[in-house]
């Protein structure tokens, strides 16, 4: 079943939410390895090699997830009621907030930077001449792209652990409607 229902997430949802989780370890694996080992480490050269092309990929299905979010609104599962329902909708509007917010951020840098964007050998952002760099994007993609990814590394831990109290505590099977 491709559409959500209000069972279990559709295979598309499933899809686009695991793929997500799996390009963003990729993401923070790489970020995490350059911070404990060193930029020159072979393991963190060896993730951090394809960081703008992961990340665009990622955007893309970050966009198509929202828009798919947005289609569903009324099919999904029923969200639980009272605190915790109030603050698992908070949780995945942040969520859903950054992982617009990290690639946007990135995007400004490069459109405002010397170096352009040109992911996969399709040029979008020309790379800018130094006199002609606009320092505000740059400051701002410099200054947010990297915090604002670890506030959200924080946020998916967060997202994970209570999956898991879902799972373990309150055993109503939350896991299995994202799991299929």
């Known amino acids: 079943m491709l559409w959500d229902n209000q069972d279990r997430y559709g295979a598309v949802t499933r899809t686009l939410h695991w793929g997500i989780a799996a390009l963003m370890a990729w993401q923070f694996g790489g970020m995490l ?11 963190a050269v060896a ?3 394809n960081h703008t092309q ?10 198509l997830r929202v828009v798919w979010a947005a289609v569903n609104r009324d099919r999904r599962p029923p969200r639980r009621a009272g605190l915790l329902g109030h603050a698992a909708r908070l949780g995945h509007v942040a ?17 405002g930077g010397e170096r352009g964007f040109a992911p996969f050998g399709f040029q979008i952002f ?6 002609q760099v606009v320092k505000t994007a740059t400051d701002i993609g410099s200054n947010f792209h990297g915090e604002l990814a670890w506030v959200m590394g924080v946020l998916i831990l ?11 505590v309150l ?10």
């Open 33 to 43: 390895s350059e911070s404990l080992l060193g930029d020159e480490a072979p393991l």
């Open 54 to 63: 992961v990340g665009t990929i990622l955007f893309v299905l970050i966009v």
């Open 158 to 168: 967060g997202h994970i652990a209570m999956a898991l109290f879902h799972q373990v």
């Open 95 to 111: 969520l859903y907030a950054l992982m617009l917010a990290v690639p946007s951020a990135a995007l400004l840098r490069a459109w």
């Open 171 to 180: 055993r109503d099977r939350l896991l299995r409607r994202m799991a299929g």
């Open 47 to 49: 993730l951090t090699a």
């Open 126 to 131: 020309a790379p800018r001449a130094p006199d």
